[in-house]
């Protein structure tokens, strides 16, 4: 695979990470970095992760062949269809948002006529923000989601999938709502589990918080403001899986409550059973 | 710090770390480890952990000054019990069970003659099991909860902490009753909690469980044998923290309900605020 210009929308954690890949196993000739802050596309730039950042859309894609957008899921539907008013004819897009439905939706809605879009997520990243964390191996040997729909161009998934493996991803392709009802339970769910845990802790007893603590509710550190967003695009399906949660929930209380502990014992067996599959 | 014999109840991870860090820091002129279980002692005499594996609990404290138990936490106050029936006058007894007050009330009940007992708990160790994942700094930097009571000797909890800290760990007093408390919101439901969601995982997911999926349920892996064990001990304090954990994800229930952003964003908040507190 080779790019004249791969632009990228948000420099970020993902963004960042994303040039700094590209740039080094030289696939694109050219990456230009999108921002809104002038501080976060130097560093960018410092990093090697851009060739070039611009504050200005239009001077962005001018010369893109392909773009990925890695901005707030919020975000990503509205740059999409903005950004594709300035792009040449037959430009790639693609996005890294953490669900989506609603961003596909919204963008086959609004019928961008230069790009052809395909919705993806790569499963990878952390609770770290910023293109300080950047790392061009953030990628290799995870899954990276694309939703195409029927209105999907063939060759345009073919291409965005070729450019996630060329980063040492793998692709599964599923429907942007069996994406979003899997990474409810994957991946939104965990998020308000741990946050939840994590609020009820006294700062009396934060010295008392070991490893097994810290692991639960390591991922409650992310950005509020990107995951009340994500929550908010993928309300239904978080609120099913919660759902889901607050029934096994209910299934230990009784157990506890009746001093069942074959039943405490068994429900703690079947977590096991799950974790030890995932392994490390 | 300086003991004559060491002897360590149970060789299991926290045991054989215990044994692995005693011997390199030369405080015991020999450490003796009784277990049931011949290969995990010979494993544990193989990694340097012991000098000596016993399967009979009269031989190995005959010896003793200094006993610590780390067994299950339902075992514990029975060995002691036991096992001080054939120390010599004066000597120490100590554990590392992961809950306090049902032993030390045991324990205390039971009146053992030549004993003196103090309550243990070093906040260390991980999902792993055995000896082969013994580890000589697992108590550095790390803290361990002493309970002593009304009738606990001075002399006997000066040196217990003495021992703790000559690991390399901190020491903190507290009640039994108050470390329970304690331990059931730090420890005992992250785990409860980790369990629930791991379970929740149907196989088909299991791709698409990243990082956070892994982090939030590691503690999962652990035994449930174990674990049913000390949430049995613990059952009130658990049952009390499984409580507010329910009230506040009804708490994000409800804001996803009624669509309130601002809600879930201040929750969110909150949880990171303890996250970002407690650091890495």
Same mark, same amino acid.
């Given at each position: 695979m080779l790019l004249n210009q791969l632009t990228i929308v948000g420099v970020g954690l993902i963004g960042a990470s994303l040039g700094l890949a590209a740039r080094r196993l030289g696939f694109a000739r050219r990456v230009v970095g999108l921002g809104r802050n002038p501080a976060s596309l130097e560093q960018a730039a410092r990093i090697g992760a851009i060739d070039q950042g611009c504050l200005h859309g239009s001077e962005a894609v001018a010369g893109a062949d392909f773009v990925v957008v890695c901005t707030p899921v919020d975000l990503i539907a509205r740059q999409v269809l903005e950004l594709s008013k300035d792009c040449k004819p037959g430009t790639l897009f693609t996005d890294a948002g =953490?669900?989506? =439905?609603? +961003?596909?939706?919204? +963008?086959?809605?609004? =019928?961008?006529?230069? *790009? #052809?879009?395909?919705?993806?997520?790569?499963? *990878?990243?952390s609770e770290k923000k910023g293109p300080e964390h950047a790392d061009a191996t953030l990628f290799r040997n995870r899954w990276t989601v694309l939703t195409p729909? %029927?209105?999907?161009?063939?060759?345009?998934?073919?291409?965005?999938?070729?450019?996630?493996?060329?980063?040492?991803?793998?692709?599964? +392709?599923?429907?942007?709502?069996? #994406?979003?009802?899997?990474? *409810?339970?994957?991946?939104?769910? %965990?998020?308000?589990?741990? =946050? *939840?845990l994590a609020g009820l802790l006294p700062a009396s007893a934060f010295d008392l918080a070991a490893t097994g603590f810290r692991d639960t509710t390591r991922v409650a550190a992310g950005d509020p403001a990107l995951w009340s967003a994500i929550f908010q695009h993928n309300r239904e399906a978080l609120l099913a899986s919660l759902g889901a949660t607050e029934r096994r929930l209910a299934d230990f209380r009784n157990a506890l409550e009746s001093s069942d502990w074959n039943r405490v014992q068994d429900l703690l067996a079947q977590g096991k059973k799950v974790r030890d599959a995932l392994g490390s």
């Amino acid at each position: 695979m080779l790019l004249n210009q791969l632009t990228i929308v948000g420099v970020g954690l993902i963004g960042a990470s994303l040039g700094l890949a590209a740039r080094r196993l030289g696939f694109a000739r050219r990456v230009v970095g999108l921002g809104r802050n002038p501080a976060s596309l130097e560093q960018a730039a410092r990093i090697g992760a851009i060739d070039q950042g611009c504050l200005h859309g239009s001077e962005a894609v001018a010369g893109a062949d392909f773009v990925v957008v890695c901005t707030p899921v919020d975000l990503i539907a509205r740059q999409v269809l903005e950004l594709s008013k300035d792009c040449k004819p037959g430009t790639l897009f693609t996005d890294a948002g =953490s669900t989506k =439905s609603l +961003i596909v939706k919204a +963008i086959e809605t609004g =019928s961008p006529s230069n *790009a #052809h879009f395909v919705g993806g997520h790569p499963l *990878a990243g952390s609770e770290k923000k910023g293109p300080e964390h950047a790392d061009a191996t953030l990628f290799r040997n995870r899954w990276t989601v694309l939703t195409p729909t %029927p209105r999907t161009n063939p060759e345009a998934l073919a291409k965005v999938r070729e450019f996630w493996e060329s980063l040492g991803s793998h692709v599964r +392709i599923m429907t942007p709502e069996a #994406h979003d009802a899997t990474l *409810a339970l994957t991946s939104h769910l %965990p998020h308000l589990v741990a =946050s *939840a845990l994590a609020g009820l802790l006294p700062a009396s007893a934060f010295d008392l918080a070991a490893t097994g603590f810290r692991d639960t509710t390591r991922v409650a550190a992310g950005d509020p403001a990107l995951w009340s967003a994500i929550f908010q695009h993928n309300r239904e399906a978080l609120l099913a899986s919660l759902g889901a949660t607050e029934r096994r929930l209910a299934d230990f209380r009784n157990a506890l409550e009746s001093s069942d502990w074959n039943r405490v014992q068994d429900l703690l067996a079947q977590g096991k059973k799950v974790r030890d599959a995932l392994g490390s």
